[in-house]
């Protein structure tokens, strides 16, 4: 999986392919033709200016009703309608409508069961006015998502007291109260959530007509269960990192089987939610829905954020789909974002999803993945065209060299739209980026949270763990300044062994010689953060940062 790897092979036997694996390339060849078929199918249809619209959607949870409204600018409406268009189907290449309500007028207003007939939800559908052609439908505008649902109830919109967060720490630790956390993230594994049939343990949770099973009792469901509550009694603002493993069981009959998508290479460790059939998309949306429903109250607690998936721009690995490009990688991707937004909307009016990525900005970090501003320019524009809706961003700026703490020394970071690297250096373009008027969600910029990034501390040596002390506190003298940012979740609260020989935490390894689980210097920089004592304990880095006045850490010019 790393670069720099010699391998030496001795013995080669060649001999003809067998039927079978002719038959994976014929495949794989179809498929990456298909795909190319769609970008470009995509590529015209989000550029497309649209004659006719939908100007509004709105579902109502308490009366089960979806009302549509829109114009079309023809007047003769023979062949003329109103389509459903659940995600499972394509639009660009629409066959058959799920739903065909023919037009009589050039102002549209349709109230629908959000519930159709065959228990499908409507919730996660589109709506598109069309016309009946010989060969199939014409898109006379664009598909239209639902814009708002009213909730269940009101619940209140949490702001955390503090900026400050933290990754890896267990809930009931003293250090959680010395560090004055008010956020938290953790992972939720969704194969560990529902299941097809029924066990010990397991309740049976119905969703579109189909019954599922969820497993409260399993030692997934237990320990978020226990965390979310002692975050509910602490008040921390939550946002949940939502996981799908990839099949490698080969069972297409479990929830696995069909929530994750079919093209998912093995060599990834997640996968992307399968929208290519109805099964697959409502299998992922039982998952979100239970789950957004449990975690919207005072019983089990609340979760206020959904990251969707891991560092998408490098999905290959992360959140992977096959074979991409990525305007079809990002169809995909925002399909899933909007799976979760309105699931968690009729429960919860102020709950937000967010889009993860990494350092990588405007470069490509591996040959299969995308650039960070690339994918997030293309979830702005499926917004515009579809139905905007309120998206954050969860970003990793890690330092450009993850092993080096002095991150005000990245060379490729640079106060541009167009920087290689968006690191701890330049957060600062994050937030200009955001505050785009093309970016705005209903004149607000997007919400930023920093959910996932730490400093290295190369050994335990005094120069080390210096840098990586001074590091955090360039970081927290941008981050304070920063206009659009409600989190900073470090990571990680103690050193750990499965991150490769990388030292980010706050504390020593576990079993550090003479030390164990000792508290760094920057430990006691992140405590200060927001304090009383934070100047007197921030001055004595200045010399190693190489300034004079912490009005030097900001960037105040322009960012183009």
Same mark, same amino acid.
């Given at each position: 999986?790393?670069?720099?790897?010699?391998?030496?092979?001795?013995?080669?036997?060649?001999?003809?392919?067998?039927?079978?694996?002719?038959?994976?390339?014929?495949?794989?060849?179809?498929?990456?033709?298909?795909?190319?078929?769609?970008?470009?199918?995509?590529?015209?249809?989000?550029?497309?200016?649209?004659?006719?619209?939908?100007?509004?959607?709105?579902?109502?949870?308490?009366?089960?009703?979806?009302?549509?409204?829109?114009?079309?600018?023809?007047?003769?409406?023979?062949?003329?309608?109103?389509?459903?268009?659940?995600?499972?189907?394509?639009?660009?290449?629409?066959?058959?409508?799920?739903?065909?309500?023919?037009?009589?007028?050039?102002?549209?207003?349709?109230?629908?069961?959000?519930?159709?007939?065959?228990?499908?939800?409507?919730?996660?559908?589109?709506?598109?006015?069309?016309?009946?052609?010989?060969?199939?439908?014409?898109?006379?505008?664009?598909?239209?998502?639902?814009?708002?649902?009213?909730?269940?109830?009101?619940?209140?919109?949490?702001?955390?007291?503090?900026?400050?967060?933290?990754?890896?720490?267990?809930?009931?630790?003293?250090?959680?109260?010395?560090?004055?956390?008010?956020?938290?993230?953790?992972?939720?594994?969704?194969?560990?959530?529902?299941?097809?049939?029924?066990?010990?343990?397991?309740?049976?949770?119905?969703?579109?007509?189909?019954?599922?099973?969820?497993?409260?009792?399993?030692?997934?469901?237990?320990?978020?269960?226990?965390?979310?509550?002692?975050?509910?009694?602490?008040?921390?603002?939550?946002?949940?990192?939502?996981?799908?493993?990839?099949?490698?069981?080969?069972?297409?009959?479990?929830?696995?089987?069909?929530?994750?998508?079919?093209?998912?290479?093995?060599?990834?460790?997640?996968?992307?939610?399968?929208?290519?059939?109805?099964?697959?998309?409502?299998?992922?949306?039982?998952?979100?829905?239970?789950?957004?429903?449990?975690?919207?109250?005072?019983?089990?607690?609340?979760?206020?954020?959904?990251?969707?998936?891991?560092?998408?721009?490098?999905?290959?690995?992360?959140?992977?789909?096959?074979?991409?490009?990525?305007?079809?990688?990002?169809?995909?991707?925002?399909?899933?974002?909007?799976?979760?937004?309105?699931?968690?909307?009729?429960?919860? /009016?102020?709950?937000?999803?967010?889009?993860? !990525?990494?350092?990588?900005?405007?470069?490509? =970090? @591996? &040959?299969? #993945?995308? %650039?960070?501003?690339?994918?997030?320019?293309?979830?702005?524009?499926?917004?515009?065209?579809?139905?905007?809706?309120?998206?954050?961003?969860?970003?990793?700026?890690?330092?450009?060299?993850?092993?080096?703490?002095?991150?005000?020394?990245?060379?490729?970071?640079?106060?541009?739209?167009?920087?290689?690297?968006?690191?701890?250096?330049?957060?600062?373009?994050?937030?200009?980026?955001?505050?785009?008027?093309?970016?705005?969600?209903?004149?607000?910029?997007?919400?930023?949270?920093?959910?996932?990034?730490?400093?290295?501390?190369?050994?335990?040596?005094?120069?080390?763990?210096?840098?990586?002390?001074?590091?955090?506190?360039?970081?927290?003298?941008?981050?304070?300044?920063?206009?659009?940012?409600?989190?900073?979740?470090?990571?990680?609260?103690?050193?750990?062994? /499965?991150?490769?020989?990388?030292?980010?935490? !706050?504390?020593?390894?576990?079993?550090?010689? =003479? @030390? &164990?689980? #000792?508290? %760094?210097?920057?430990?006691?920089?992140?405590?200060?953060?927001?304090?009383?004592?934070?100047?007197?304990?921030?001055?004595?880095?200045?010399?190693?940062?190489?300034?004079?006045?912490?009005?030097?850490?900001?960037?105040?010019?322009?960012?183009?």
């Amino acid at each position: 999986m790393s670069a720099g790897k010699t391998f030496k092979v001795r013995n080669f036997i060649l001999r003809e392919p067998t039927e079978q694996e002719k038959e994976s390339v014929e495949n794989r060849e179809n498929l990456e033709r298909q795909d190319q078929e769609l970008t470009a199918r995509l590529q015209k249809y989000l550029s497309k200016n649209f004659q006719s619209r939908i100007t509004s959607i709105q579902a109502n949870h308490g009366d089960g009703k979806i009302l549509i409204n829109g114009q079309t600018n023809r007047t003769d409406f023979k062949n003329i309608g109103l389509a459903e268009i659940p995600m499972w189907e394509d639009a660009t290449n629409l066959k058959k409508p799920t739903t065909f309500i023919p037009l009589t007028s050039s102002d549209i207003s349709v109230s629908i069961d959000r519930i159709a007939d065959d228990k499908h939800d409507r919730l996660l559908s589109g709506w598109a006015i069309v016309e009946a052609k010989a060969d199939g439908y014409e898109l006379l505008s664009a598909m239209h998502y639902i814009d708002d649902i009213t909730p269940r109830s009101h619940l209140s919109n949490i702001i955390p007291r503090t900026l400050k967060g933290i990754g890896g720490c267990p809930p009931d630790h003293q250090d959680m109260i010395d560090l004055g956390i008010a956020s938290v993230t953790f992972n939720i594994l969704l194969d560990q959530v529902l299941y097809t049939e029924n066990g010990a343990g397991r309740i049976p949770y119905t969703y579109a007509g189909k019954t599922w099973y969820a497993d409260v009792q399993g030692e997934h469901l237990k320990g978020i269960d226990k965390d979310m509550k002692i975050a509910q009694q602490k008040n921390w603002m939550v946002s949940a990192i939502l996981l799908i493993p990839v099949n490698r069981s080969g069972d297409k009959k479990s929830w696995l089987g069909l929530a994750a998508h079919p093209e998912t290479q093995p060599s990834a460790a997640f996968s992307m939610p399968n929208f290519t059939t109805k099964e697959g998309a409502e299998a992922y949306a039982a998952t979100m829905s239970f789950l957004t429903e449990r975690y919207s109250n005072e019983t089990y607690g609340r979760i206020h954020h959904w990251i969707i998936h891991n560092e998408i721009q490098n999905g290959f690995y992360w959140c992977n789909a096959g074979k991409k490009t990525k305007e079809t990688y990002m169809n995909l991707y925002q399909k899933s974002m909007r799976t979760v937004y309105l699931l968690a909307r009729q429960y919860d /009016e102020n709950a937000k999803v967010l889009i993860s !990525l990494d350092h990588d900005w405007n470069r490509i =970090g @591996d &040959p299969r #993945g995308f %650039k960070g501003k690339e994918v997030l320019e293309l979830l702005n524009s499926f917004g515009r065209k579809e139905a905007d809706f309120e998206w954050g961003i969860a970003y990793h700026p890690y330092a450009q060299n993850i092993n080096n703490p002095r991150t005000w020394e990245d060379t490729q970071a640079t106060y541009s739209f167009d920087t290689p690297y968006l690191t701890f250096k330049n957060l600062e373009v994050l937030d200009a980026w955001t505050n785009q008027p093309s970016v705005l969600f209903k004149g607000k910029p997007r919400e930023i949270q920093f959910t996932e990034q730490g400093l290295n501390s190369p050994d335990y040596g005094e120069k080390s763990l210096w840098d990586q002390a001074a590091g955090m506190v360039y970081i927290w003298e941008k981050v304070i300044r920063m206009k659009n940012v409600t989190a900073f979740q470090y990571h990680l609260w103690a050193d750990a062994y /499965e991150e490769e020989g990388l030292r980010l935490g !706050l504390r020593k390894y576990y079993d550090a010689q =003479g @030390d &164990p689980l #000792g508290k %760094k210097p920057i430990w006691e920089v992140y405590r200060a953060f927001e304090t009383s004592d934070w100047d007197n304990v921030k001055e004595k880095y200045k010399s190693t940062l190489g300034i004079s006045n912490w009005d030097e850490v900001y960037y105040k010019g322009t960012i183009y």
